[in-house]
């Protein structure tokens, strides 16, 4: 076999389990937005996937690990590609020190493809975050979970930017674009919003590029 080959094989296996990830994961969230946290059982969700209890455990610890599932799996290959290749093909920073000109508008662009890739509807989420926010100990791996993606989105910030994941321009970024899908989700979730994601999101970006636009620079020490 050839070293291609090879890899080609490594490769199909690991989108395999990535696509058996993902299903668990998509499970377990709507049957925790349908039931709460302790209204299903690990049977019932492998039920639910078709897979058995030990394949299910092959992938998560636990329940509760599995509706946060892997930061990765949500970002589906071809997306983070063309985000990537987006900052590549994008004209090089006008000064030292920022980053490609079209980060924001990519960037919108692989966040609502992602809310729209999600396998549950706008009032399974709310039924989801209710649940979760019932529970205590969730809370907590929400948080972490958080973190992760926050993570996983550093490295491929990073390789967009052809920087390195912990440069400051990585992090601050980072920091930037998690702080606004954060403040467009909870106003999508709001029981009371009648507007899409990709409106929110996009009106959410406008206000801070003219935030940004107006601030003079800050020069330390000075």
């Given at each position: 076999?050839?070293?291609?080959?090879?890899?080609?094989?490594?490769?199909?296996r690991?989108?395999?389990?990535?696509?058996?990830r993902?299903?668990?994961?998509?499970?377990?969230?709507?049957?925790?937005?349908?039931?709460?946290?302790?209204?299903?059982?690990v049977?019932?969700?492998?039920?639910?996937?078709?897979?058995?209890?030990?394949?299910?455990?092959n992938?998560?610890?636990?329940?509760?690990?599995?509706?946060?599932?892997?930061?990765?799996?949500?970002?589906?290959?071809?997306?983070?590609?063309?985000?990537?290749?987006?900052?590549?093909?994008?004209?090089?920073?006008?000064?030292?020190?920022?980053?490609?000109?079209?980060?924001?508008?990519?960037?919108?662009?692989?966040?609502?493809?992602?809310?729209?890739?999600?396998?549950?509807?706008?009032?399974?989420?709310?039924?989801?975050?209710?649940?979760?926010?019932?529970?205590?100990?969730?809370?907590?791996?929400?948080?972490?979970?958080?973190?992760?993606?926050?993570?996983?989105?550093?490295?491929?910030?990073?390789?967009?930017?052809?920087?390195?994941?912990?440069?400051?321009?990585?992090r601050?970024?980072?920091?930037?674009?998690?702080?606004?899908?954060?403040?467009?989700?909870?106003?999508?979730?709001?029981?009371?919003?009648?507007?899409?994601?990709?409106?929110?999101l996009?009106?959410?970006?406008?206000?801070?590029?003219?935030?940004?636009?107006?601030?003079?620079?800050?020069?330390?020490?000075?």
């Open positions: 076999m050839t070293e291609s080959a090879k890899n080609d094989g490594g490769g199909l690991e989108r395999k389990r990535a696509a058996t993902l299903a668990i994961t998509d499970a377990a969230r709507a049957l925790t937005a349908a039931h709460g946290v302790n209204g299903f059982t049977e019932q969700l492998c039920e639910e996937v078709g897979i058995s209890r030990r394949t299910f455990f992938y998560f610890p636990g329940k509760e690990d599995a509706i946060f599932g892997d930061p990765l799996d949500h970002i589906p290959e071809e997306l983070a590609r063309a985000f990537v290749d987006g900052g590549r093909k994008s004209a090089p920073p006008a000064e030292y020190g920022a980053l490609t000109p079209t980060l924001l508008e990519d960037f919108s662009t692989l966040a609502c493809a992602m809310m729209e890739r999600l396998a549950m509807n706008r009032q399974q989420t709310i039924r989801l975050k209710r649940a979760i926010a019932a529970e205590p100990r969730l809370l907590a791996k929400a948080t972490h979970g958080t973190r992760q993606t926050e993570e996983a989105f550093a490295q491929l910030l990073a390789a967009r930017e052809r920087l390195l994941p912990h440069d400051a321009r990585i601050v970024a980072v920091s930037l674009l998690s702080a606004l899908t954060q403040r467009a989700g909870a106003e999508f979730l709001a029981e009371w919003n009648t507007r899409s994601y990709r409106d929110i996009a009106e959410t970006v406008q206000t801070a590029r003219a935030i940004l636009a107006a601030e003079r620079p800050v020069h330390p020490g000075s």
